[in-house]
Nanobody, 131 residues
Framework: QVQLAESGGGSVQAGGSLRLSCAASIPPYNYAYMGWFRQAPGKEREGVAA????????????YYPNAVKGRFTIALDNAKNTLDLQIDNLSPEDTGMYFC????????????????????WGQGTQVTVSS
């Protein structure tokens, strides 16, 4: 059973930064997609950053929704088996539980920023931003 474990959440003031980390129990090259999702109270889970891991160790492609471009940066560390999410210039709207997810299957029709289709999920790490 693949395990994902998030860390790095906390309470920060608006304008601050956080770096979240997702530790995977197997090397990330076993996955096709990995992503970060957040869920605010009463809202649906939404994708904030994702990667498509190219085959044969040829790097990865990054995906972000327009709402977070320029503030969120996703990074894969194959040596540490981690997927990090750097969040800068935090706002109260960024408050929520942040989840890491992974998908094994490669598909031409998969939308990496949608939570549907990811088959492994972590337990989440809470981010709270105060104004």
């Amino acid at each position: 059973q693949v395990q994902l474990a998030e860390s790095g959440g906390g309470s920060v003031q608006a304008g601050g930064s956080l770096r979240l980390s997702c530790a995977a129990s197997i090397p990330p090259y076993n996955y096709a997609y990995m992503g970060w999702f957040r869920q605010a109270p009463g809202k649906e889970r939404e994708g904030v950053a994702a990667i498509y891991i190219r085959e044969s160790g040829a790097g990865y492609d990054e995906y972000y929704p327009n709402a977070v471009k320029g503030r969120f940066t996703i990074a894969l560390d194959n040596a540490k088996n981690t997927l990090d999410l750097q969040i800068d210039n935090l706002s109260p709207e960024d408050t929520g539980m942040y989840f890491c997810a992974a998908r094994n299957s490669r598909s031409d029709f998969f939308l990496p920023l949608r939570p549907q289709g990811y088959n492994s999920w972590g337990q989440g790490t809470q981010v709270t931003v105060s104004s």
